[in-house]
């Protein structure tokens, strides 16, 4: 089972990349893959604080670089992946 969600990072105001979030800090949020069985990261995207959460270009990204990462081939072995209502927002 693999779940992605984004996760706000805080990082000082003139870093590259850095933008204002949504609770009025500055900082990144990057979406995340990780292997549910070991919370291994599996993929993360990085992205501006101000990055929306519902981004699907974002989400099909991170979806399509999952599976070159997992330790088994999905192509043999069912792998469930679960995200919270931003996967479902296009």
Known sequence: MVDIDGTLVTAHSDKEGVAPTYKRGYGFYPLVATLDATGEPLVALLRPGNAGSGTAT?????????????????????????????????
């Open 58 to 90: 974002d989400h099909i990204r991170v979806l399509d670089a999952a599976p070159a990462q997992l330790p088994v081939d999905p192509q043999e072995q069912e792998v469930i992946v679960r995200t919270d209502s931003a996967g479902c927002a296009g």
